[in-house]
């Protein structure tokens, strides 16, 4: 299977607090990797390594290796602005810029220098249909964003980050703050972006991760503690420690 | 707090009332000072200021001209020149302020490593310290030589430095520690989400301060704007100094002498009755309008530009 | 990322710090500025001496002819016949003056007549302006303290008058002036402000008047500072001159013109004290029994005085900084002699009325600045300190 990104040993630190610890993990194309584990237990802050999203904290420090599709280990003298735009993120709480919906999505590209009318709202039209947003914003792209329901804005958010035509969607738990019927809307979105996209979600619902996701990693206090095939982590779960998170008997 | 049933006691009542009075007299001092400036104000244009004649309202609002004739003498008094400077003379150096102002306060709050940001916050505090008659003081002896070999640098007449330029220049000093101030709490209050946002779609820093941090802000920034312009218009010893006391106009030119409003009330204080001395409430009650009518249409203009998307 | 997107950040980064470093400056070019030209004046003299110079004339009581011997001060010109040591200075314009440093306890000089026929002294620290004598040419400032000197020890000059002045300069009064115009706008202001904040936090309904109260409070601190100053001389000149011996603008009402401008501040400051006293701490008086006025009043008004003190602090450093509504009220005349019932010039309009001299006295009116921004920044110290304390208090209780 074709990987899109290889760990090996990763180590953060917040200063002296060591909050990843000896990370080797392997992400694959076109699959949708969860990352589940209790509170604080470092996945919120491994999915913002994979595009260095960490560097603007103050006394991170990080070792090891990160290589993005092949090539070099990326942790030093990399660019970012470069790895940003072929690894885009989703975040928790939906957070569309006080802006119009088309000028949302057009952020992105236009900060890159394309400035054509004419591409720009082909690529929010086309952005906005692959986040299932399209019919429902059809009307009026020049509605403010902030008049959206946190679904819509969540969604609007998914398709500011397609906008960039990324290879890799990162989504930091982008349905926690959202309603059930938002929630399913999203998941349903996810399964279907997984075609054209890699997609690695850090999510706090096991029922998530097992709907949706092709392989899941279990993070234990900065651990790696199991990683593999979601059906063989939730049926058959080589550590208890998996089991009982699992479960529901801790976290 | 006011607790539910706090009149405990008798005494409890003479207190509450007792105090009540202390708190309707200090709100009744706008009353007063509405009532006497707009009453002694009004005299010049309605009564015959002791055989002179009334001032022709009309006239004092659209003259060009401060006084023509005889202090004492005359009741042809102009002022509409002097609304026309004033209101000039603040947009001019807000727009000199407003950048400076909010680019040192998104310095200090973006930019700036922690120590830096702690130092220019006090280098912030201290300007905002200085009494106006120093800004004077500075504008008469630093400022005015200045504009001086400026203006004979280009060829240009100028009353010893004095005019426009100084005046823009020394209130723009009084105005941006007011700007930076206000828009660095506003700046700082921005979601930092947001700013995240930006910088994962692969935007860089700078851009994103530009394009997301001061948008988010601008609500904050405009209000900080709005309070240096309403004391522009009202400050009056430290314009006086280099201003040059234009008396009649208005003078555009930044090398031109010029005058405003305050400036104009605190010249030749000579009298304390008579129609020279009266004029300077029909003034003040002019300088009270020209700031509510400014404040009531940028107050205006912030809530239209702040609906959209926010 | 094209060029043309990354040449416009660098070039948006630039002005950016740009702006910092010209605001940095700014507070540099004032303070080098006041600094630089004042400084060299400061001087315990400045503090307490007269503005203005008197000037006297004054004829010789008799031409003793005794011999002086020189008290062997190394400074300036011996004139052994009259017993005084004189020498060249600057005065604060930079012209050269003729400064007496000595005069023997028996020199003739200390005891001569003025035009009243009154015994006064040349004392030292005044200046020698001229000396006319009997059928020989003036002595005068421009040729010199040596020059003059030699014209009074010979023996052949008999004097006819002697004109001198002290140096003036000073500013003694309005220092004075200063200090009684804080002290009378804190003892008018602070109750008021206080006793109207008590009010509106721990007595006032939550209904529409005390909403009206407060909003018509905080109109005034929009209200330009001059406006204040018209308030001033419509009504309280005219107020303290019927109800007290002043006659005219006085320090009185300078001193309620000023409570005005401050009552937003003090009010503002005092409820944000008083907000900040946990309920529980009323809830505890009022549960002991007591009624509301003690609980306000021994209760939570003294866990605000910090809040208070800061309001204080405030509250001076506006009074020193004030001038276009003193300028009103208080006129621009400097005196030497204060008193509440008069006129006088606060530190910030002496600076004023130097200022729009002809011609202007940059100096003195720098050496000034010195001193209100040196108090200021103590003040402003003074702030951060009771602040610091009070968020001490806070997170320790």
Redesign the interface.
């Known amino acids: 299977m074709d990987k899109v990104f290889q760990i090996d040993d990763l180590n953060l630190f917040y200063d002296d607090f060591q909050a990843l610890k000896h990370i080797d993990l392997e992400i694959y194309r076109n699959k949708i990797t969860a990352l589940i584990g209790p509170s604080g237990c470092g996945k919120s802050t491994f999915i913002r390594c994979l595009n260095r999203m960490n560097d603007l904290i103050d006394g991170v420090k990080m070792d090891g290796c990160i290589r993005f599709d092949d090539e070099v280990c990326n942790l030093d003298g990399y660019d970012v602005i470069n790895l940003r735009k072929r690894v885009g993120m989703v975040f928790q709480k939906p957070n569309p810029f006080p802006m119009s919906i088309f000028d949302n999505i057009a952020y992105g590209p236009r900060r890159q220098g394309v400035k054509d009318k004419a591409t720009l709202k082909e690529t929010v039209i086309k952005s906005l249909k692959q986040a299932a947003l399209y019919d429902e914003v059809k009307d009026d792209l020049n509605k403010s964003a902030l008049s959206l329901s946190g679904g819509q804005q969540q969604r609007l958010c998914i398709a500011r980050a397609l906008a960039m035509e990324p290879e890799v969607l990162l989504m930091d738990e982008p349905t926690s703050a959202l309603d059930p019927i938002a929630t399913q809307k999203i998941e349903a979105l996810i399964s279907e972006l997984k075609e054209k996209y890699t997609i690695v979600i850090v999510t706090h619902s096991m029922q998530q991760a097992a709907r949706i996701s092709d392989y899941t990693a279990f993070f234990y206090m900065g651990e790696l503690r199991e990683y593999d095939a979601t059906d063989k982590i939730f049926k058959a779960p080589k550590l208890k420690q998996t089991e009982d998170y699992i479960t529901g008997r801790f976290g | 707090m006011r607790t539910k049933s706090y009149r405990l006691s008798k005494i409890d009542s003479i207190t509450e009332n007792g105090l009540s009075i202390f708190a309707v007299i200090s709100a009744s001092m706008i009353v007063l000072i509405s009532l006497f400036i707009t009453l002694k104000g009004i005299l010049p244009f309605i009564t015959d200021n002791d055989g002179l004649g009334s001032v022709n309202l009309f006239r004092f609002l659209t003259s060009t001209v401060w006084l023509k004739g005889e202090t004492f003498v005359s009741t042809a008094y102009g002022a509409g020149f002097l609304v026309v400077q004033t209101l000039y003379i603040a947009f001019l150096s807000l727009m000199l302020a407003f950048p400076i102002g909010v680019l040192t306060a998104l310095f200090i709050a973006k930019i700036a490593p922690k120590n830096i940001a702690r130092i220019f916050r006090t280098i912030i505090e201290l300007l905002t310290a200085i009494p106006s008659i120093v800004f004077g003081l500075v504008g008469a002896g630093l400022i005015l030589p200045w504009v001086y070999r400026l203006a004979r640098a280009f060829n240009f007449q100028s009353g010893g430095g004095n005019g426009t330029l100084s005046v823009v220049i020394v209130l723009a000093l009084m105005s941006i520690p007011t700007i930076t101030a206000v828009s660095e709490v506003a700046i700082r209050s921005v979601d930092r989400s947001l700013e995240d946002a930006s910088l994962a779609l692969g935007a860089t820093a700078s851009q994103t301060r530009f394009k997301i941090t001061l948008l988010a802000a601008k609500s904050g920034i405009f209000s900080s704007a709005i309070l240096a312009i309403g004391r522009a218009l009202g400050e009056a010893t430290a314009i006086s100094l280099v201003a040059g006391n234009a008396r009649s106009g208005p003078n555009f030119g930044l090398f031109d002498i010029t005058s405003t409003i305050t400036s104009t009330m605190l010249q030749g204080m000579k009298e304390t009755s008579g129609i020279d001395y009266d004029i300077r409430f029909s003034l003040g009650i002019l300088l009270m309008v020209v700031i509510l009518v400014t404040n009531l249409a940028l107050n205006f203009v912030k809530k239209k530009v702040g609906n959209m998307h926010d | 990322?094209?060029k043309?997107?990354k040449i416009l950040?660098?070039v948006?980064?630039g002005?950016?710090?740009?702006?910092?470093i010209?605001?940095?400056l700014?507070?540099f070019?004032?303070m080098g500025?006041?600094f630089r030209?004042g400084f060299s004046l400061l001087s315990f003299d400045l503090l307490t001496k007269d503005y203005h110079a008197n000037h006297y004339v004054a004829t010789l009581n008799e031409d003793e002819s005794i011999t002086f011997t020189n008290p062997g001060i190394d400074e300036g010109y011996f004139v052994e016949r009259y017993g005084i040591i004189i020498n060249d200075t600057k005065n604060l314009s930079g012209d050269t003056i003729i400064e007496v440093i000595y005069v023997e306890e028996y020199s003739p000089f200390n005891a001569l007549n003025n035009q009243n026929d009154q015994i006064i002294a040349l004392e030292e620290g005044m200046l020698l302006s001229r000396v006319t004598y009997e059928e020989h040419p003036t002595s005068l400032t421009n040729r010199g303290a040596y020059s003059m000197a030699e014209d009074l020890n010979n023996e052949d000059r008999v004097i006819r008058e002697v004109m001198f002045s002290t140096v003036g300069g000073g500013i003694r009064g309005s220092l004075i002036a200063t200090l009684y115009l804080i002290g009378l706008t804190l003892m008018i202001a602070m109750p008021?402000?206080i006793?109207?904040a008590?009010?509106?936090?721990?007595?006032?309904?939550?209904n529409k008047l005390t909403r009206?109260?407060?909003s018509?409070?905080e109109?005034?601190t929009?209200?330009?500072?001059?406006?204040?100053g018209?308030?001033g001389?419509?009504?309280f000149v005219p107020i303290t001159s019927s109800l007290t011996q002043a006659n005219?603008s006085n320090l009185i009402a300078g001193a309620l013109t000023l409570s005005?401008i401050l009552?937003p501040v003090i009010?503002r400051t005092t409820e944000e004290a008083l907000?900040v006293v946990p309920?529980e701490h009323?809830?505890a008086s009022?549960a002991l029994g007591a009624?509301?006025?003690?609980t306000?009043f021994k209760v939570v008004l003294p866990q605000a005085l910090s809040g208070i003190l800061t309001a204080t602090f405030l509250a001076i450093?506006r009074i020193?900084?004030?001038?276009?509504a003193l300028?009103?009220v208080l006129?621009t005349a400097i005196k030497d002699r204060v008193s509440v019932f008069e006129s006088a010039t606060p530190l910030?309009v002496h600076?004023?009325s130097m200022?729009?001299d002809e011609p202007?006295n940059?100096a003195l009116?720098?050496t000034v600045?010195i001193i209100?921004?040196s108090i200021?920044?103590i003040?402003?110290i003074g702030i951060k300190l009771s602040v610091f304390f009070w968020n001490r208090k806070r997170s320790v209780s």
Not at chain 3, 15 to 20: D, E, N, Q, R, V
Not at chain 3, 198 to 206: I, T
Request: proline share 2%; hydrophobic share 55%.
């Open positions: 990322m094209t043309k997107v950040g660098m948006l980064d002005f950016t710090y740009f702006s910092a010209l605001t940095a700014a507070l070019m004032i500025f006041v030209n008021f402000g006793l109207s008590v009010y509106l936090n721990e007595f006032a309904p939550n009206t109260i407060r018509f409070i109109t005034l929009g209200v330009p500072s001059i406006i204040f018209l308030l001389i419509t009504v005219g005005v009552l009010i907000r309920n009323r809830f009022l009624n509301h006025t003690q306000t450093g020193i900084g004030e001038s276009a300028i009103f006129g910030a600076i004023w200022m729009t202007a940059i009116s720098s600045a209100i921004l200021v920044l003040l402003n």
